[in-house]
Structure formats: structure tokens, C-alpha cells
């Protein structure tokens, strides 16, 4: 059974830092790309950004370059997300994907396992 589980979300203060974790399990996904994206409130699922099978390639929505780092251990099945700066706006439920192809995405089509989300809040 393919399971993603997120974990590393909370809440924190404006500015403040959160270290996301994804664990994979039932499958080893190190010749897949995998991603981060999240949902706000009101707000449809939108992408974060996502990382190839080797780590070279680490695309980036506009709004988090900079800030976030996407990373990836390959031997312990595991992505990780750095977030730095963070703003109220990055209030959301995180979700980690993995794909289904070995380069990076944008696209929720490209990904073929969801992990359930945690949640971030960043207070004023």
C-alpha cells in the first residue's frame, strides 16, 4: 500500500520557519519527481514546488521563490519542504505528491499519490 505522510506543520508567527517532512512508503519513488502544493481556505489546491528524481531540477511557484527550499533523500524515501520567511498568506494545508514521471511538474496531472496534508498557520 503507497502511502505519502506529511508531517513538521503548525502554527508559527509571522517571519518565523517550518521544516515540512514527507515520508513515502510501499513503493520507493526515488526515480520519481515529487512535489509540494497547498490549499488556503476558500482557495483551490495550487502548486508550491517540486523537485526531479536527482535533485537538480527544483521549479518554484513565484510567490515562495526565495523563500522555500524543496529537497529530497532519496535513501530514506523522504521530501522535505524548508520554509523561511513565512507570511499569514502561506496559511494553507500542505499536501506532498510524488509522480509519475522522474522530472519536476507544476501540474496536479503529473502526480498519481497524495499524501492527506498538515497544516500551517502563520499568525500576525
Known amino acids: 500500500q503507497v502511502q505519502l505522510v506529511e508531517s513538521g506543520g503548525g502554527l508559527v508567527q509571522a517571519g518565523g520557519s517550518l521544516r515540512l517532512s514527507c515520508e513515502a512508503s510501499g513503493r520507493t519513488f526515488s526515480p520519481y519527481g515529487m512535489g509540494w502544493f497547498r490549499q488556503a481556505p476558500g482557495k483551490e489546491r495550487e502548486f508550491v514546488a517540486s523537485?526531479?528524481?536527482?535533485?537538480?531540477?527544483?521549479p518554484y511557484a513565484d510567490f515562495v521563490k526565495g523563500r522555500f527550499t524543496i529537497s529530497r533523500d532519496n535513501a530514506e524515501n523522504r521530501v522535505y519542504l524548508q520554509m523561511n520567511s513565512l507570511k499569514t498568506d502561506d496559511t494553507a494545508i500542505y499536501y506532498c505528491a510524488a509522480g509519475t514521471r522522474s522530472y519536476s511538474s507544476r501540474f496536479e496531472i503529473d502526480y498519481g499519490y497524495w499524501g492527506q496534508g498538515t497544516q500551517v498557520t502563520v499568525s500576525s
Open positions: 523537485i526531479d528524481s536527482n535533485g537538480k531540477m527544483t
